[in-house]
């Protein structure tokens, strides 16, 4: 069994985990060691510590979600915590209830930290600045989504043992993505070189992520690069009629082992989920063992944020 690593010499001294910014790099690499320390008891199907027994943890999420949701629960679960999943449907947000106030109600009842997921993009701050426990971002709007990135980096970093050399392509709907910027920010921490691959129109604005390479055919995108992170149309975000945009994309960006030709041999897909199969990624692709990391991440999904909730309520002591 290996050995639970230790926290950074200066501590872990984060208090929510919003944006990967919250973290230092001696903390991300923290939680990267702790969260294949975790994946390691998953492996075996042991038991893990029951590090937070006793803890109250709550997921609030206002927006539909069975990954992120699921795997949260688990998380706590599998680290002793009485998890609390609330739902939206029946709570009195439907009232008229502000999502503020729904927040600070559930954290008087004795939360040790509260995963909320919203379409509303500055609504963690406001609760980071309400709240007594510490607050994790589930997704927020089109901006962040650090626990994604975290557990995509910690993914990564089990196939390849570093992300630092590698080139990782991130493809499609940029623009309305809250993985696509929290990963960006995440890889080039640890070492990688990242590009955006896809149509002018799902790009990011020109004033965002100067410093990254953009691309607009998936021939030059992918040309040498070790990893490829697929995206799903966000339809749900577009402005005016999402789906018109879908129509031709997968001819032009579609991957499928024979566009993965222009990557690496060695290379490696990706996808956060949920797929669009035949829209974003063909099916063949994704469930290929070979070339897909797609269910690890899954996997990893657990993990990592077994990692997360162990950090931030118990700082490592």
């Known amino acids: 069994m290996s050995e639970r690593p230790s926290p950074p010499t200066s501590g872990f001294s984060a208090r929510r985990l919003i944006s990967i910014e919250d973290l230092s790099d001696d903390e991300i690499h923290y939680v990267l060691n702790l969260a294949e320390y975790y ?22 999420f206002f927006e539909d979600s069975t990954r992120t949701n699921l795997s949260f629960d688990l998380a706590g679960k599998k680290l002793g915590a009485d998890v609390i999943n609330v739902p939206v449907s029946a709570s009195s947000v439907h009232k008229g209830e502000t999502l503020v106030d729904t927040a600070q109600t559930l954290s008087a009842m004795g939360a040790h930290v509260m995963i909320v997921r919203a379409k509303e993009e500055g609504l963690h701050q406001t609760l980071d600045q309400t709240l007594d426990c510490p607050v994790v971002n589930g997704g927020a709007g089109k901006l962040e989504h650090p626990t994604q990135a975290l557990l995509d980096a910690a993914t990564i970093r089990s196939e390849f043992g570093s992300l630092k050399g590698l080139t990782i392509a991130i493809c499609g709907d940029i623009k309305h993505s809250r993985v696509a910027g929290s990963d960006a920010r995440l890889f080039r921490r640890l070492g990688a070189e990242v590009r955006f691959v896809g149509p002018e129109n799902l790009m990011p604005a020109d004033d965002q992520f100067t410093d990254i390479k953009r691309f607009s055919n998936l021939k030059d995108g992918l040309d040498g690069v070790d990893v490829v992170m697929g995206l799903r149309m966000q339809f749900e975000r577009m402005e005016g009629d999402g789906r018109a945009l879908a129509q031709g994309f997968f001819d032009e960006f579609g991957l499928t082992h024979k566009t993965m030709q222009c990557a690496k041999d060695s290379a490696r897909v990706m996808h956060p989920g949920p797929m669009n199969r035949g829209v974003e990624i063909d099916g063949e692709l994704a469930d290929d063992p070979e070339r897909s990391l797609i269910l690890r991440q899954v996997f990893y999904g657990v993990a990592t944020r077994m990692a997360c909730l162990d950090a931030l309520i118990t700082k490592g002591l």
């Open 39 to 60: 994946a390691g008891y998953l492996k075996r199907a042991a038991p893990a510590p029951r590090r937070l027994a006793g803890k109250t943890q709550i997921n609030l």
